[in-house]
């Protein structure tokens, strides 16, 4: 019969991709560019949280009060699913790799434990410094739903007392 009829003759692919240890060298050339980058990305969204704040607190942010929830529980959908991330990596992460006992296997293995778990500039601490601005952008948002929804029910009350109907 002829291949990919379903019969069952099929051969699966056979995968002969490898991977090529990085060596100390590329690790110290490539620490620099993701730390500037993990510091330029944490500063557009720290940048955009803030206005989003800004404008939530005068009032400029108007979102119904439907679509005001649907974007809340995406963005707290994505906040979860980051610190889920960050639980999930900074513990293997934080795993130091077997490479030897020789003093360049030690020293790459210290290396590397640095720029993925580092205090001030490892992954772990990117992944939680976006769960931070998730959060903030998902209590400006809820922020400005209570505000719709408080001004929606004055002015109801309002028209109610004037003798209109809402």
Known sequence: MAEGTGTGTETPAVSTATTTPITA?????????????????KATASHAAAKLDQAADSGKLTLDVDA???????????????????????????????????????????????????????????LLDLFKVLD????????????????DEEAEKAMKKAGGSW
């Open 68 to 126: 005001a929830d649907a974007l809340i529980k995406a963005v707290d959908a994505a906040r979860d699913q980051v610190m889920d991330l960050w639980k999930r990596a900074s513990k293997q992460l934080a795993t130091p790799l077997q490479l030897g006992e020789n003093p360049v296997a030690k020293a790459i293995s210290a290396r590397f434990a640095e720029l993925a778990v580092g205090e001030d500039s490892g992954a772990a601490k990117a």
């Open 25 to 41: 060298e590329q690790l110290a050339a490539v620490k620099p560019v993701l730390q500037q980058q993990m510091l330029t990305d």
């Open 136 to 151: 903030d952008i998902g209590n400006a948002l809820r922020k400005n739903r209570d505000s719709i929804r408080a001004t």
